[in-house]
């Protein structure tokens, strides 16, 4: 499977301070996909990254408080804009397989103080 | 949306027996089942999955059983060893989105 990995892999950031994830894949992927975990909890689908594209957010999740981009078939990038306390989370990004299994990058631990 | 419940939440079992966790859903549409295991600290892994069209499928100790009708999926894994330890979820999906579970936490008593 593709190696998937992720930039910074834990930060801990001020509240109303914005942070960018970066997700990179070593092969080309059809998908890629942003997921949320809150300390022990499960995962929460955040948005589809669409190559070239808008992404398109699930419900609960907005443009404005996640931008993503998507500029390529390899890489992607999250920003958790004006940061609260809350968004404290392991972010996570994944891409699909050949027959759209998913995998998952080592995720990043965000903590706003 | 999709609703998926797992259960049950937490279980423990002397090594060397089973362990079986179910996931319930509520899209028809739903047409792949795979379950991930996470450990403490870890990414979520791909361990099984299962596509509609079929009804089992297994990998050494591990195995998933689907019921399509009933509208819910089992993990079953055997002879449970110390490093089944860990969380597990179903994700049901179907348009390439997964739905993931609420967990369960399996912890194998040595």
């Known amino acids: 499977s593709a190696v998937i990995s992720q930039k910074p892999s834990r930060d801990i950031c001020q509240r109303g301070t914005s942070l960018t994830i970066q997700c990179q894949v070593d092969?080309?992927?059809?998908?890629m996909f942003w997921y949320r975990q809150q300390p022990g909890q499960s995962l929460t689908l955040i948005a589809t990254a669409n190559q070239g594209s808008e992404a398109t957010y699930e419900s609960g999740f907005v443009i404005d408080k996640f931008p993503i981009s998507r500029p390529n078939l390899t890489f992607s990038t999250l920003t958790v804009s004006n940061m609260s306390p809350e968004d404290s989370s392991i972010y996570l990004c994944s891409v699909t397989g050949p027959t759209y299994e998913q995998y998952f990058g080592p995720g990043t631990r965000l903590t706003v103080t | 949306g999709e609703n998926v419940e797992q259960h049950p939440s937490t279980l423990s079992v002397q090594e060397g027996d089973s362990a079986v966790i179910k996931c319930t859903y509520s899209d028809s549409a739903s047409n792949y089942f795979p379950w991930y295991k996470q450990e403490l600290g870890k990414r979520p892994q791909l361990i099984i999955d299962i596509r509609s069209n079929v009804g089992e499928k297994k990998d050494q100790r591990i195995a998933v059983t689907l019921n399509k009708t009933a509208k819910h999926f089992s993990l079953h894994i055997t002879e449970t060893q110390p490093e089944d330890s860990a969380v597990y979820f179903c994700?049901?999906?179907?348009?390439?989105?997964?739905?993931f579970g609420t967990g369960t936490r399996l912890t194998i008593i040595p």
């Open positions: 994700a049901p999906g179907g348009n390439e989105k997964l739905t």
């Open positions: 092969s080309q992927v059809t998908m």
